[in-house]
Nanobody
């Protein structure tokens, strides 16, 4: 079992930056694949970025590629999302999610909500124009 708590959200102007953190408690954080999803008002939750348990492989949605960077520090039980060149359309509640490294076919399912069985409560990011 792992519990996830996000932080770092806030209000920022377009073109600005934010770094989100997701702190995990419980056992075995280093053995979980981690991801960030977001949900804007009136829209469905969507995939943003993911990182494998060893941290060597990352995945990004096309809409954030080149602007966002996911990373993890297994010694601190934390995964990060560095967001640069923010746009108003990035406004959403950002949530982190986790799934055990043993999940089958993760390379084919990392962007799917149903692939993850642990979720945080989310942190609000608002980008003003």
């Amino acid at each position: 079992q792992v519990q996830l708590v996000e932080s770092g959200g806030g209000l920022v102007q377009a073109g600005g930056s934010l770094r989100l953190s997701c702190a995990a408690s419980g056992r075995g954080f280093s053995m979980y694949h981690m991801a960030w999803f977001r949900q804007a008002p009136g829209k469905e939750r969507e995939f943003v970025a993911a990182i494998r348990w060893r941290g060597g492989t990352t995945y990004y949605a096309d809409s954030v590629k080149g602007r966002f960077t996911i990373s993890r520090d297994n010694a601190k039980n934390t995964v990060y999302l560095q967001m640069n060149s923010l746009k108003p359309e990035d406004t959403a509640v950002y949530s982190c999610a986790a799934v055990s490294m043993g999940a089958p076919d993760y390379s084919g399912t990392y962007s799917q909500i149903k692939s993850y069985n642990y979720w945080g409560q989310g942190t609000q990011v608002t980008v003003s124009s």
